[in-house]
């Protein structure tokens, strides 16, 4: 995917897209809104693009519509817009979702204690052969050097102290690269993300991230413990709510589309952007 497919549409795709008039309860959605709202929602094509910013929009009107009928009246928070503070207002009026009971909380902690084990530990070494990710050539001649330091720290791997003095771009280097103890939300994530699944000692390949190649060394690692259900019953009753929450929303939002005179935007049911 191009990036300019990936963050907005660049002229050609407004061109060769068609954008379609739209009309919700009889109102019309301006070009103009939805030419705004298109940079919100990336897609693969011009025409995706623009149904999901159609879609947004109109779920947007309906329920400002629907907030007007009611004659709710709120103050905007915050950042909020005034459209904002009433769709908000008449969510928190219309959608109630009851608090999760203990008894689901236990089941969904049973199903799912894969996710309440606390993150392991890692005791890291690390070597920087920093490289700006706009150097393509340094990159690749960084990513040899560090095969080459990782093939030679195998042979002697006492050798990893100096090659951090020598060749390393990290402040570390000082301490022959230590970093000390990391645990996870501590570096970058796409540093992290290999970091945690290397076992103790010296990882077989570097790894990269925006500021150049690693060559790691995994000195100890203490794998994560368990939680108890008493330490997860909070967190998990806020996702049920949360859960329940979202499902009640999109609910709500389909029966005021199945209710509404929608002009311009097919299958006006498939999908709810506003909560997603």
Do not use: W
């Not at 070009?31 to 709202?37: F, L, Y």
């Not at 530990?121 to 690390?126: D, R």
């Not at 230590?178 to 103790?200: A, D, R, Y």
């Amino acid at each position: 995917m191009s990036q300019c497919s990936q963050h907005h549409l660049n002229e050609h795709d407004k061109e060769s897209a068609s954008i379609p008039t739209v009309k919700v309860n009889g109102k019309l959605i301006a070009e103009s809104d939805i030419a705004v709202e298109l940079q919100y929602h990336p897609a693969d094509s011009a025409e995706e693009a623009i149904f999901k910013s159609v879609e947004a929009l109109v779920i947007k009107e309906l329920l400002t519509q629907k907030s007007e009928a009611l004659g709710i009246k709120a103050e905007a928070q915050n950042d909020e817009t005034p459209d904002e503070a009433l769709i908000r207002a008449l969510l928190e009026r219309e959608v109630k979702t009851p608090e999760a009971d203990p008894a689901s909380c236990q089941q969904y902690y049973n199903a799912n204690q894969e996710k309440f084990i606390t993150p392991p530990l890692m005791e890291v070494n690390h070597i920087l052969l920093g490289v700006s990710p706009e150097d393509i050539e340094g990159r690749k001649e960084n990513r040899q050097l560090a095969e080459n330091l990782i093939q030679q720290l195998k042979r002697d791997p006492s050798l990893f102290k100096e090659f951090a003095q020598e060749f390393s771009a990290c402040p570390s280097k000082e301490q022959g690269g230590n970093l000390g103890q990391i645990s996870k939300g501590q570096t970058v994530p796409e540093f992290e993300k290999q970091l945690f699944l290397l076992p103790t000692g010296l990882a077989d390949k570097p790894i990269e991230s925006r500021y150049g190649f690693h060559v790691v060394l995994i000195a100890n690692r203490i794998e994560g413990e368990q939680m108890p259900f008493d330490a997860c019953k909070t967190r998990i009753a806020g996702y049920l709510k949360d859960h329940a929450y979202v499902k009640a929303v999109s609910q709500y939002i389909d029966v005021l589309m199945s209710e509404a005179s929608i002009e311009g935007l097919e299958n006006p049911g498939s999908a709810t952007p506003l909560v997603q």
